[in-house]
């Protein structure tokens, strides 16, 4: 993925065509038929900059905004589109009960908000008469969004935008070791964040020096623990 600095956040548009306002709501989605066409959303401005739908970036930033109901259904489309990226039909009543959202199609039925969200938050646009195109590649949270999340988060998305402006190599370390260090802390060995980090494709060498280095560090954190907590010499017992 290029390389990204928090200015290139770029406030895409909404299409001239698109006849779903994203507030209030419209009749235009409480109308839908039963079945609908979903297509990809291709966009050449914010596509380069966006992240997949089922990342750890949506998940963290995005959901907070949209809500956990649209970042399940928005994943859901995206797998659909992924097994036939040509598009697909949707029956919006079966998805909404596999979404654990019952099948009420009425204007205030949670599936409905779900859909609706998408459309507010540019990430779905209407796509002919019954049928919706829909972001596969999800660009970074703008900052008037970003502004209503926690302050924790609000610096960890600080510290992930200064990862982007890192090299490729160095940004792939960079994350191993943070998912290192997270499993060592909880009280794996070294040999199974090795394996572990194998499994999320990291190459061997990468898993290898983020094992050793997270379990080092976090030798010393407890000795530095254990320390602290002996009485000194010469203190009161």
Same mark, same amino acid.
């Given at each position: 993925?290029?390389?990204?600095?928090?200015?290139?956040?770029? +406030?895409?548009?909404?299409?001239?065509?698109? #006849?779903?306002?994203?507030?209030?709501?419209?009749?235009?989605?409480?109308?839908?038929?039963?079945?609908?066409?979903?297509?990809?959303?291709?966009?050449?401005?914010?596509?380069?900059?966006?992240? +997949?739908?089922?990342?750890?970036?949506?998940?963290?930033?995005?959901? =907070?905004?949209?809500?956990?109901?649209?970042?399940?259904?928005?994943? /859901?489309?995206?797998?659909?589109?992924?097994?036939?990226?040509?598009?697909?039909?949707?029956?919006?009543?079966?998805?909404?009960? $596999?979404? =654990?959202?019952?099948?009420?199609?009425?204007?205030?039925?949670?599936?409905?908000? #779900?859909?609706?969200?998408?459309?507010?938050?540019?990430?779905?646009?209407?796509? =002919?008469?019954?049928?919706?195109?829909?972001?596969?590649?999800?660009?970074?949270?703008?900052?008037?969004?970003?502004?209503?999340?926690?302050?924790?988060?609000?610096?960890?998305?600080?510290?992930?935008?200064?990862?982007?402006?890192?090299?490729?190599?160095?940004?792939?370390?960079?994350?191993?070791?943070?998912?290192?260090?997270?499993?060592?802390?909880?009280? /794996?060995?070294?040999?199974?964040?090795?394996?572990?980090?194998?499994?999320?494709?990291?190459?061997? $060498?990468?898993?290898?020096?983020?094992?050793?280095?997270?379990?080092?560090?976090?030798?010393?954190?407890? /000795?530095?623990?254990?320390? $602290?907590?002996?009485?000194?010499?010469?203190?009161?017992?």
């Amino acid at each position: 993925m290029p390389a990204f600095h928090p200015t290139d956040v770029v +406030a895409v548009p909404p299409p001239s065509r698109l #006849a779903i306002p994203a507030s209030p709501v419209s009749n235009r989605l409480t109308t839908l038929p039963p079945t609908i066409r979903i297509v990809r959303w291709e966009d050449p401005v914010a596509d380069p900059l966006g992240l +997949a739908p089922h990342s750890r970036y949506v998940e963290l930033y995005w959901l =907070g905004i949209i809500g956990p109901s649209t970042t399940w259904l928005l994943r /859901r489309l995206a797998y659909g589109l992924e097994m036939q990226p040509a598009g697909f039909e949707l029956h919006m009543p079966d998805t909404a009960r $596999a979404l =654990g959202l019952g099948d009420r199609m009425g204007r205030n039925a949670p599936f409905r908000r #779900a859909l609706a969200r998408l459309v507010t938050f540019e990430l779905a646009r209407a796509h =002919g008469p019954d049928g919706l195109a829909v972001r596969t590649s999800i660009p970074p949270l703008p900052l008037r969004h970003l502004a209503k999340l926690p302050e924790s988060l609000q610096r960890g998305h600080r510290q992930w935008q200064a990862e982007q402006r890192l090299p490729q190599a160095q940004q792939i370390r960079h994350r191993a070791m943070r998912l290192a260090t997270g499993l060592a802390e909880a009280g /794996r060995t070294r040999d199974q964040i090795e394996q572990q980090l194998g499994r999320w494709h990291f190459h061997p $060498a990468v898993a290898f020096q983020a094992a050793e280095a997270a379990v080092a560090s976090d030798g010393a954190s407890d /000795r530095v623990r254990t320390s $602290a907590s002996r009485p000194q010499p010469g203190s009161a017992s």
